[in-house]
């Protein structure tokens, strides 16, 4: 009898075992479950979240427009047989598209029409400055008004036509993207060659034959001008 009773209980704690057994299991699974099922609904709350912003930047148009106050008209002319360079800057000038919006930067350049004031030449020495003006700019163009258009640019050069007393000069210019808010122009103007500027070269030669001596004790004043333009543009995002 008391066999039986020993193995009555066996088996009740066996049952028992395996009921416990079978519930943590169950639980388990219910667990991964949870979380699956959590992990999903986070990741599909988070793309609904997503896409008003991905619609958003669909929507948004981005023009450009020239940076007049930050754009810079830099020169530099040479003296000396050692070739010292004599920079300087202009500070007034005009164009055909200032105050306006362009799609791209192609567009903004091509056709740009400007106009230089080359009265308004800064070059850090007054003496200089009032020489360069009545004894350079003053036979260079008419009402020192120094004008020109930019041509549409092919891969890294663009070609500048200036009006030289009515008559078209054309030049060839490095050009380049620095940024996404960055034009650069550069190049070189030789005056007798290119620009047939010879009695403006004479001019200043003559008036600043002593100004011109190097160490050497020769005068020289070169016939070439580097120029470089720092174009700067703003961006603009138009929300539709």
Not at 13 to 34: E, P, R
Not at 35 to 47: A, G, P, R, V
């Amino acid at each position: 009898m008391k066999k039986i009773e020993v193995y009555i209980m066996f088996i009740s704690f066996g049952l028992s075992l395996q009921k416990k057994m079978k519930s943590k299991i169950n639980q388990t699974l219910l667990t991964l479950i949870v979380i699956f099922l959590f992990s999903c609904s986070s990741e599909k709350s988070t793309n609904k979240n997503a896409e008003p912003k991905s619609d958003l930047n669909k929507s948004e148009l981005i023009s450009i427009m020239l940076d007049k106050n930050k754009t810079e008209i830099i020169w530099q002319g040479y003296k000396t047989t050692q070739k010292i360079g004599v920079p300087g800057v202009f500070k007034e000038f005009s164009t055909n598209k200032d105050g306006q919006d362009f799609s791209n930067i192609n567009d903004l350049v091509s056709g740009l029409e400007f106009e230089i004031n080359s009265a308004s030449s800064f070059s850090g020495d007054s003496s200089r400055d009032y020489n360069l003006k009545e004894n350079f700019f003053n036979f260079l163009s008419e009402d020192f008004k120094i004008k020109g258009v930019f041509s549409e640019p092919e891969g890294d050069s663009v070609n500048i036509t200036f009006d030289i007393f009515g008559l078209p000069k054309q030049v060839k210019f490095g050009y380049a993207i620095s940024s996404a808010n960055l034009i650069e122009i550069k190049g070189t103007i030789d005056l007798e060659k290119q620009f047939g500027a010879i009695k403006a070269y004479n001019a200043v030669s003559k008036k600043c034959y002593d100004l011109h001596k190097g160490s050497d004790g020769v005068s020289k004043t070169w016939k070439t001008v580097d120029v470089h333009v720092k174009a700067y543009v703003v961006e603009k995002i138009n929300k539709d």
